[in-house]
């Protein structure tokens, strides 16, 4: 699959709704290309506005998205939305469509003929772990919610579109399949590597998920953007913190990698508990507890590079 990926950048986007409902206000976001950023706020801070915005199933009432340099407004809306996928909540299949016909729906309205339109529906059903012998033909609703979540994904994917665009997407499953997709997702996202915006209330998500972290408070009002350690390490306000929560302690070691803070080390490793260098602090301090173990040894290639001990973990100070 082409890695093909577009930067989004809004500026100064506003929608002002026709009962004169300000959703957004004043928006101004720059999404890099390949990064999956995520906008995370309260239940009406405009988050899906402002998503809806990017493939203008809501027309902005002010300022400009570009993608790629290039002004959605001047383009073809159904043109548009061929080229940018888009999953939600409850997916939307068609229910009357195998699977196979509504992964193939875009290719089809963009003329693939029949045999490249089956063939690549099978390509991204494999690619979302559905074998598609088994599940190609089969109905929405012979399928668990989990794996309707998987077929909407490859719909989005099928027509290799710039912009990946996911509302709430894993929020309909329960909380083990919502983690499994989570995880499928990030492995799927780490060889197509799509511009993706994904829009979500729930910050363990977001701090799993993202690249990038947009916090909005009401009226779209954009809080603080950052990468998750930094989100958690340096929330920019009081609000921020609070709304990141309490557990962000916890949370900031999950994402911070122990190759951040260890210390050198190429000495023996016999009998000292070992993690490996993507490892995070969260495993490391996991390693050490069960083990008891004061030290554990960091390897990489099955060699030591380094090692970190329970009090370079607790001592991590604010700024990492
Ligand atoms: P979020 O996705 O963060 O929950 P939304 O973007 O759905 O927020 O909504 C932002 C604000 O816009 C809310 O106050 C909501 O009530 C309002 N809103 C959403 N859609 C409409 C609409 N069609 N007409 C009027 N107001 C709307």
Redesign the pocket.
């Known amino acids: 699959m082409d890695a093909t990926s577009a930067s989004i950048t809004l500026e100064d986007v506003g929608?002002v709704?026709?009962?004169g409902?300000a959703?957004?206000s004043g928006f101004s976001l720059e999404v890099r290309a390949g990064e999956l950023t995520v906008l995370i706020?309260?239940?009406?801070?405009?988050?899906?506005?402002?998503?809806r915005m990017i493939n203008r199933l809501i027309e902005p009432t002010s300022g400009q998205i570009l993608i790629d340099g290039r002004d959605v407004l001047k383009q073809d809306p159904v043109e548009l939305r061929r080229q940018i996928g888009y999953v939600i909540q409850n997916v939307g299949l068609f229910p009357h469509h195998n699977v196979r016909t509504n992964v193939g729906t875009v290719p089809r309205l963009l003329g693939w003929d029949r045999k490249r339109t089956e063939a690549r529906a099978d390509e991204l059903l494999d690619l979302v772990g559905l074998d598609p012998a088994r599940y190609a033909k089969r109905y929405p609703h012979e399928l668990s919610g989990g794996q309707r979540q998987r077929v909407g994904v490859a719909r989005a994917l099928a027509a290799d579109p710039l912009v990946l665009l996911m509302?709430e997407p894993f929020s309909a499953v329960d909380p083990i399949v919502r983690a499994r997709l989570q995880e499928e997702f990030l492995r799927l996202q780490a060889s197509v590597r799509k511009t993706i915006v994904l829009?979500t209330?729930d910050i363990d998500e977001a701090v799993r998920m993202g690249d990038r972290i947009a916090v909005?408070a009401?009226g779209?009002k954009l809080l603080q953007f950052a990468p998750p350690a930094e989100l958690l390490s340096r929330p920019a306000s009081p609000e921020v913190r609070d709304f990141v929560g309490a557990d962000r302690g916890i949370r900031r070691l999950a994402v911070t990698p122990v190759r951040d803070v260890m210390s050198p080390y190429d000495g023996p490793t016999d009998g000292l508990p070992t993690v490996e260098a993507t490892a995070s602090l969260h495993d490391a301090l996991a390693v050490m507890l069960t083990d008891d173990s004061e030290t554990v040894v960091v390897v990489e290639n099955g060699r030591p590079v380094g090692s970190v001990t329970r009090a370079a973990v607790f001592q991590v100070p604010a700024t990492v």
Request: net charge negative; glycine share 16%; no cysteine.
């Open positions: 929608k709704y026709p009962d409902t959703a957004v706020g309260p239940s009406g801070s405009g988050k899906s506005t402002i998503l509302d829009v209330h909005l009401e779209g």
